[in-house]
DNA sequence: TTGAAAGCGTTACCAG
DNA sequence: CTGGTAACGCTTTCAA
């Protein structure tokens, strides 16, 4: 008979509490270590025992506590994932993917969605308070957040963004590359006005971008280039649209905007509000390749992201740093994919 | 000087581990309780005790452990949010809502994404396991496993469903009452032979709008009617339109459609592959009011559904149900509100 | 207000 | 292979 001290409950499972490893291992006539192991990976225990405990803990509805696992093991099994706009179009896949891949790791996933980019200064203490093993984060870090985090020793992995003067784990798109190809590719069609509709300040995305636009037209010898930004999303899209129309007077041959929901803003503002056609009178080109980017009204040419492979390759990253800590930091670019819309006359494929 | 057997980490620091509040109950020479009572809310705590335990803390880069918090307390703070298809754009807009008000309460959220609302017999396991204080679902359970969860008495809110035989709490937009509007002022627009585009066979949503329709469908005494099924999303819309015609031979005064998303899908298929002029030969609607129906270029007839007041409604009657286990069981049930976008002859509001 | 000590439900280590 | 016992880092009586 064990000397600890009984829980409160011992009196035949009437109470409201849960099962512990202690109540399986009267109710099996074994110790409470041997119903510990029954439920662990590298376990040793006879099949005898194994069945024994299997079978008092399916009577009692016994399931390991992950809680106090998480306190002895120094792993929680949880990864917290940081994503700023939720209702971005593009996050629900990336999110999606993330914790398929996590579960299958048996990971479970903490969810911080941030309203802004910067509201991340709570959310890191939580993080830390509930000691997930590492963070995924789809959202910008200051360097003071940084050093929290790098003082508890948590890996991170930056989804889409990177850290300047800090050495950090990375997943990302070349932003930069996908601009200059739908940029080369605009030129080479024969545009030479451009609108650069430009995505929110606080968003290193949206910078990345519109560096790579502008660098390209650059190289390219275009200088009629008019910029408005504004938010992401389809409201801001159509309120651009109608600045740069004001600002220039008249269409640019070519608007590049920050993403997909922005250009099919601009393609429905420049439709119902100047009649221009789309692409007959004017380019329009997005960023992201996401599902409405592929509605026929709007077919738009863009760059398409792999997004299952970046998520899943981040995911992959993150549980490597890990189980082990000691992996320097590594940054993995992805290139995205240019989608032959109908929304911007380019030259055909095969040209 | 404690009793306690010292950690490992005692001799300065340097270790990877991180700091507790022995370390730092020792760094401010008081006792550890002192400085647990510190990090409570109704804590009873000297000023001067409070001052010094926190610069200990801060320097320290001391958090409390909220795993083995919750370990004593037996409240993990944490509850498990069960979504099954992400990418339906409508999720992300309730789970933004949903982990926002969950936040606000100091309550962080274990993401469980489904691939199918079928799949929920593994993430039940790892929610108990986790020790999650309440479960939100927008995924339908098995008598089963809503037994399991009984049984462990965590309180589980339904969100868009609700379990027969089976008193849950629940929080839903009345499907049925939104496609009777939609019938409603279709047929008093003049609309006589209808379709209707049905969702997945799994999901409860789509069933009961499928039934909402068809009810008020026979009430009106319409008869000539066609159903054709698939799963939700826009490439279905368009391929279940085409099987639609098919099957007809000719276009329908009406579709409706199960979500906005198929809905686009139909209106697309419609122009694209049919050359009907949406609303002029067709009518079309769908249901949810979510983002994209907001296109200019579709516009879509559709019930919006409250999604802010439902997802908050939500998260507080389960934070309710967790701080009140015995609070009695509770449905509530939002009107949605008819959008009459363009993309359905209806008659004018005011007539 | 403060401190000592007893758990919370596990896993880890160590004899047998 | 099995059982006993010491942590894990906290909250919570209970005395002082």
């Known amino acids: 008979m064990s000397k600890r001290p009984k829980t409160a409950n011992n009196t035949g499972m009437t109470g409201r509490k849960r099962a512990t490893s202690y109540d399986v291992a009267k109710a099996a006539g074994v110790s409470q270590s041997a119903v510990s192991r029954v439920f662990q990976d590298g376990a040793s225990a006879s099949k005898a025992m194994r069945d024994r405990v299997v079978a008092a803990a399916n009577k009692l509805g016994y399931r390991p506590n992950a809680i106090a696992r998480g306190l002895i093991t120094?792993?929680?099994?949880?990864?917290?994932?940081?994503?700023?706009?939720?209702?971005?179009?593009?996050?629900?896949?990336?999110?999606?993917?993330?914790?398929?891949?996590?579960?299958?790791?048996?990971?479970?996933?903490?969810?911080?969605?941030?309203?802004?980019?910067?509201?991340?200064?709570?959310?890191?203490?939580?993080?830390?308070?509930?000691?997930?093993?590492?963070?995924?984060t789809a959202a910008m870090f200051t360097p003071g957040q940084m050093k929290t985090i790098d003082n508890a020793h948590i890996p991170v992995v930056f989804y889409n963004r990177t850290l300047k003067n800090h050495q950090v784990c990375s997943v990302r798109c070349d932003q930069e590359e996908g601009e200059r190809w739908l940029v080369d590719e605009l030129v080479r069609a024969g545009h030479r006005t451009f609108g650069i509709i430009e995505g929110p300040a606080d968003s290193v995305v949206a910078s990345e971008r519109k560096m790579?636009?502008?660098?390209?037209?650059?190289?390219?010898?275009?200088?009629?280039?008019?910029?408005?930004?504004?938010?992401?999303?389809?409201?801001?899209?159509?309120?651009?649209?109608?600045?740069?129309?004001?600002?220039?007077?008249?269409?640019?041959?070519?608007?590049?905007?920050?993403?997909?929901?922005?250009?099919?803003?601009?393609?429905?503002?420049?439709?119902?509000?100047?009649?221009?056609?789309?692409?007959?009178?004017?380019?329009?080109v997005g960023f992201d390749g996401v599902g409405p980017a592929r509605f026929a009204a709007y077919d738009v040419t863009t760059i398409r992201q792999p997004v299952k492979r970046m998520a899943q390759s981040a995911a992959s990253m993150l549980i490597e740093r890990i189980e082990n800590p000691d992996l320097s930091p590594e940054k993995r670019a992805f290139s995205g994919t240019l989608i032959r819309g109908s929304s911007a006359r380019l030259r055909s494929a095969d040209e």
Chains 1, 2 share one sequence.
């Open 74 to 136: 120094q792993r929680s099994n949880m990864v917290a994932v940081v994503i700023s706009k939720l209702t971005n179009l593009y996050y629900p896949e990336v999110l999606e993917q993330l914790t398929q891949r996590f579960s299958e790791q048996g990971i479970r996933v903490l969810l911080f969605a941030l309203e802004h980019e910067g509201d991340a200064d709570k959310v890191v203490d939580q993080m830390l308070q509930y000691r997930v093993d590492g963070i995924l």
């Open 212 to 284: 790579g636009a502008l660098n390209e037209l650059a190289n390219m010898g275009i200088t009629d280039i008019t910029i408005v930004s504004g938010e992401y999303g389809y409201e801001t899209g159509r309120e651009c649209f109608s600045r740069l129309m004001a600002r220039r007077g008249s269409a640019p041959d070519a608007v590049i905007a920050a993403s997909d929901a922005m250009a099919i803003g601009c393609i429905d503002e420049a439709r119902e509000g100047y009649a221009l056609k789309v692409p007959d009178d004017i380019s329009i």
